[in-house]
C-alpha cells in the first residue's frame, strides 16, 4: 500500500545487483522509542520504514554518490512518531541531500555538541545535511512520507552513537502539533 512515486524511481530501474531494499520493523527499533510501555503494546511486526537504495560503486569508494529513497510509514508509539534510525555519517564531515517526494515530516538534525534543531519536509523541499550532523526523519503527517537521499559512497554510517545516547531533543505530538522537548534520557 505504499504509492512510489512512478515518475522518480521506475521498478524497472530497481533491477540488479545494486540495489538493496531495507525493511524496518517496530521489532527492529526497540531502542529508539522513548514511551517502552506504549512500544510494549504494539505489534513488532508492524513495518515503520523501508529504504530503497542504489549502490553504483562499491561500498567506500571516494567520490561517488549513493541514491536512496526512504518511505515511513504514519504511526506513533506513544506520542513519539514514527521516525527513522538515525545516524551519523562513520566519516563524519560527509554531508547529505535529502529532498521530500510526498508527505509530511520533519528532519532533525544534531551537530556533535548535541544542538538538535528540526526542518519541516513536504513535497519538493530540499534538505542540506551539512558533515558532522546525526540526522533523523519522522513521519509527522497521516500518509506515507517518503524523500530522496543523496550522499557520498564512502560516507558510511555510525548508528551507535544515536542508538547509546538518542537524539539531545525528541519530536512528539502535542495538542496535534509536532514539538520538539528535550530527551531525559540523555
Ligand atoms: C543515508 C541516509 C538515508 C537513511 C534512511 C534510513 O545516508 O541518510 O538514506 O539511511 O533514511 O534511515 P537510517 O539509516 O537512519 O535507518
Ligand atoms: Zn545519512
Given at each position: 500500500?505504499i504509492t512510489k512515486p512512478n515518475l522518480i524511481f521506475k521498478d524497472d530501474l530497481l533491477t540488479g545487483e545494486n540495489i538493496d531494499r531495507?525493511?524496518?520493523?517496530?521489532?527492529?527499533?526497540?531502542?529508539?522509542?522513548?514511551?517502552?510501555?506504549?512500544?510494549?503494546?504494539?505489534?513488532?511486526?508492524?513495518?515503520?520504514?523501508d529504504v530503497e537504495s542504489s549502490f553504483p560503486?562499491?561500498?567506500?569508494?571516494?567520490?561517488?554518490?549513493?541514491y536512496g529513497i526512504?518511505y515511513?510509514?504514519?504511526?506513533?508509539?506513544?506520542?513519539?512518531?514514527?521516525?527513522?534510525?538515525?545516524?551519523?555519517?562513520?566519516?563524519?564531515?560527509?554531508?547529505?541531500?535529502?529532498?521530500?517526494l510526498?508527505?509530511?515530516?520533519?528532519?532533525?538534525?544534531?551537530?556533535?555538541?548535541?544542538?538538535?534543531?528540526?526542518?519541516?519536509?513536504?513535497?519538493?523541499?530540499?534538505?542540506?545535511?551539512?558533515?558532522?550532523?546525526?540526522?533523523?526523519?519522522?513521519?509527522?503527517?497521516?500518509?506515507?512520507?517518503s524523500?530522496s537521499?543523496?550522499?557520498?559512497?564512502?560516507?558510511?554510517?555510525?548508528?551507535?552513537?544515536?542508538?547509546?545516547?538518542?537524539?539531545?531533543?525528541?519530536?512528539?505530538?502535542?495538542?496535534?502539533?509536532?514539538?520538539?522537548?528535550?530527551?531525559?534520557?540523555?
Amino acid at each position: 500500500n505504499i504509492t512510489k512515486p512512478n515518475l522518480i524511481f521506475k521498478d524497472d530501474l530497481l533491477t540488479g545487483e545494486n540495489i538493496d531494499r531495507l525493511t524496518r520493523k517496530l521489532k527492529d527499533l526497540g531502542d529508539i522509542f522513548n514511551d517502552k510501555a506504549a512500544f510494549a503494546q504494539m505489534d513488532g511486526e508492524t513495518v515503520v520504514y523501508d529504504v530503497e537504495s542504489s549502490f553504483p560503486v562499491a561500498h567506500g569508494t571516494e567520490g561517488g554518490l549513493f541514491y536512496g529513497i526512504t518511505y515511513i510509514h504514519p504511526g506513533k508509539v506513544g506520542q513519539e512518531y514514527f521516525m527513522t534510525k538515525g545516524h551519523f555519517h562513520e566519516i563524519r564531515n560527509r554531508g547529505e541531500y535529502y529532498c521530500t517526494l510526498e508527505g509530511e515530516g520533519m528532519l532533525l538534525l544534531m551537530d556533535e555538541n548535541g544542538n538538535t534543531r528540526a526542518e519541516k519536509m513536504i513535497p519538493g523541499s530540499i534538505h542540506y545535511i551539512p558533515g558532522n550532523t546525526a540526522h533523523r526523519t519522522a513521519n509527522v503527517g497521516e500518509q506515507i512520507l517518503s524523500f530522496s537521499a543523496f550522499w557520498p559512497s564512502d560516507a558510511g554510517h555510525d548508528y551507535g552513537t544515536i542508538s547509546e545516547k538518542g537524539f539531545s531533543e525528541i519530536l512528539i505530538e502535542q495538542e496535534g502539533q509536532p514539538v520538539l522537548v528535550p530527551n531525559i534520557k540523555q
